[in-house]
């Protein structure tokens, strides 16, 4: 029987996989099986069964001791060729998506990344995604057999974990040592930040001129409760926040009541991450400013002054 | 030492324009991916490293990269190769990947292959695997740090909880983080030495590929629908006395029930 196989290096985005591929898995008629590949791989098999897996494919193969591509993408090969795969779902995190693309190569197949929706229609599967920086929403199907798509985190809930029982196969594997070699990896500062969730968020971007300004917004956020959130060069050029407050297309997409964006310019890649919010506000010093037209309301100033005399009304409400 | 580094020609997402929620990209001026601008520093700042080195830059695309790649060429890259038949119209991520592996084989002498971690259009970050996997190479991906040194490079890369340090012999791909460089602008001498600067036009048939096998018809994603979502904002700006705005900012937040928790 066909089948849909599930992988991804962090279980939980994989849990969210398994759940939704119940679905998927009686729309098409397949089975629903999942790789659990690398060191602690076989304890984990229950618990993707209670998510909804058939059958786990499980290796502990040296060889994917640490993930690469490259290694996983040839395990994934030899596991989807051996067992009838014909659609091939992994999360899209970062390793996901460098994964997805190389495994598709190497089966001959099409893939789509990043993948916000996927559903069955007339029975095919049709993925959803950003295109044109994030402009547009494009709906895509995939021509060949095979098929690999690369799925947002939380783009599907945690199903209900259920008492079911699978079947543990253990595979055997023909892989070369990774040719990408791991010297050191060091460990960003743990930041939990939960965006996703929250009610109101102010982003912050680089109309702010230095680090030690942070504390204006900050205080703005904490009068209005609400979580801070960032534009790209913030967290990944000056490291200013964590990449946990990144919003936009390569970070966070929110959908608070309220969401404040501060000295932010309003390019696409950012606004495609605030879109749901329900009430957006800009302040800007342009009045030219493109997050203008992406706001309900907007004030043309310098934050060096609009914020605190916000922050200061605010607290004397 | 030989890098080639591939560059997408996009339309200037900033410019365009949505009409009925349709895309139009007719005005949008066409410029290289951000991203890809790294990978072309990039490429430049270890040529000046190491001293000897050529630069290709390599481009599918529409015909005005015959125009475009002219930017390219004057902020270092020493030789292009476009691949602009009409052929390779509408190729997806599998049919781009496959003309530009070829033309990576017919260029012949490569160590690096630098690509943006993704191309700021589509994002899709897929190129570069593809490539690595075509040439049988190791891939190297979310790239912030890079060092080449003795045949071999050094990476730090960008993941979601760490930085990690690798290494790799070469050949391999390499795809830059938007973070790595500063992008260089070109003066006006490397401007007009630039259009003394060989580039070369490859069609299917060059890179020994039947027409099938590109463009649309190699594609193996079809795209249903590609729409702009449904948004509107009320677009108040105010203005006034700084007091005043302030106040008629708190004011609407408060009508519309978002403040307090
Ligand atoms: C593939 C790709 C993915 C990306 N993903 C993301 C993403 O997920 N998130 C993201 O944010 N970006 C992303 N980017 C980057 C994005 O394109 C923009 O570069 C970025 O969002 C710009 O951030 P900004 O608005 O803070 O900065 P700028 O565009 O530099 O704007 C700064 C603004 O601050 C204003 N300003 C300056 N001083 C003041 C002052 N004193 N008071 C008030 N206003 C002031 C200026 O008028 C200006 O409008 C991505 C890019 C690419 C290519
Ligand atoms: N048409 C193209 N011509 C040359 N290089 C490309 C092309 N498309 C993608 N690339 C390269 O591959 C990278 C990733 O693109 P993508 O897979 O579309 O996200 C880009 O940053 C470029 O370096």
């Known amino acids: 029987m066909a089948e849909i196989l599930v992988f991804c290096e962090k279980d939980d985005v994989a849990f969210e996989l398994v759940s939704k591929g119940k679905e998927f898995k009686d729309a098409l008629g397949m089975n629903l099986a999942a790789a659990l590949l690398g060191k602690g791989a076989a304890g984990k098999a229950d618990e993707y069964f209670a998510y909804g897996a058939d059958k786990v494919y499980v290796s502990e193969d040296a060889a994917l001791a640490d993930f690469t591509a490259e290694v996983y993408a040839e395990a994934l090969y030899q596991i989807a060729q051996k067992n009838g795969t014909e659609v091939l779902l992994v999360g ?126 900050e205080e703005l956020a904490k009068t209005l409760g609400a979580e801070l959130g960032c534009t790209k060069s913030l967290c990944t ?28 310019s309003g390019q696409i890649q950012y606004t495609v991450g605030i879109r749901g919010a329900r009430i957006t506000v800009a302040i800007n010093k342009d009045e030219n400013a493109p997050i203008f037209a992406m706001s309900d309301y907007g004030i043309v100033g310098d934050l060096y002054e609009v914020v605190p005399k916000l922050t200061e009304k605010l607290k004397s409400l | 030492m030989n890098i ?67 930017e390219a060429l004057a902020v ?24 530009l592996a070829k033309a990576i084989q017919k260029i012949g002498e490569y160590d690096l292959i630098l690509c943006g971690e993704g191309s700021t259009d589509s994002y899709s970050g897929q190129v570069g695997p593809r490539l690595a996997e075509m040439l049988d190479l190791p891939q190297i991906t979310y790239v912030r740090e890079l060092e080449v040194k003795d045949g071999k490079i050094q990476a730090v890369r960008n993941m979601e909880e760490s930085f990690e340090v690798v290494e790799a012999d070469l ?67 105010f203005s006034g006395e700084l007091d005043e705005i302030v106040d008629g900012l708190v004011d609407a937040l408060t009508k519309e029930g978002v403040l307090g928790r």
Request: aromatic share 2%.
């Open chain 2, 76 to 99: 270092g890259a020493d030789e292009a190769v476009l691949l602009m038949d009409p052929a390779f119209a509408g190729s997806d991520t599998v049919a781009t990947a496959k003309a």
């Open chain 2, 171 to 237: 050949p391999a791909v390499v795809t830059v983080a938007a973070e790595i460089n500063e992008p260089r602008l070109a003066s006006l001498r490397q401007i007009l030495q630039a259009a003394r600067k060989p580039v070369q036009e490859w069609t299917p048939a060059d890179l020994g590929l039947a027409e099938e096998e590109v463009g649309e018809k190699g594609a193996a994603v079809e795209v249903l629908s590609n729409l702009a979502p449904e948004e509107e904002r009320k677009q108040v700006i």
């Open chain 1, 237 to 264: 050029d000056w490291e200013w926040l964590s990449e946990e407050r990144l919003v936009g297309l390569s970070g966070k997409k929110v959908s608070p009541r309220l969401c404040v964006s501060v000295g932010i």
């Open chain 1, 92 to 217: 899209s995190t970062k390793r996901g998506k460098e994964l997805a693309p190389r495994v598709a190569q190497k089966l001959g197949a099409g893939c789509i990344t990043d993948a916000n929706d996927v559903r069955v229609e007339d029975g095919k599967l049709v993925a959803d995604r950003y295109a044109l920086g994030g402009n547009t929403v494009s709906s895509e199907t995939i021509k060949t057999p095979q098929k690999v798509i690369a799925v947002m985190p939380k783009t599907f809930e945690l199903g209900a974990k259920e008492a079911k029982q699978g079947e543990v196969v253990d595979v055997a594997l023909d892989l070369k040592e990774p040719r990408t070699r791991i010297l050191e990896r060091r460990e960003k500062a743990g930041e939990t930040v939960n965006l996703e969730e929250a009610e109101a968020i102010v982003c912050i971007g680089r109309g702010l001129e230095k680090k030690e300004d942070l504390g204006i917004v």
């Open chain 2, 4 to 70: 080639i580094v591939c560059l997408k020609q996009i339309p200037d997402l900033q410019q365009i324009r949505i009409k009925e929620r349709k895309p139009i990209l007719e005005g949008a001026p066409l410029i290289f991916g951000d991203m890809d601008k790294n990978a072309l520093e990039e490429a430049v700042r270890i040529k000046e490293k190491v001293g000897e080195a050529k630069i290709t830059a390599l481009a599918l695309g529409p015909a005005k990269l015959k125009d475009g790649i002219k």
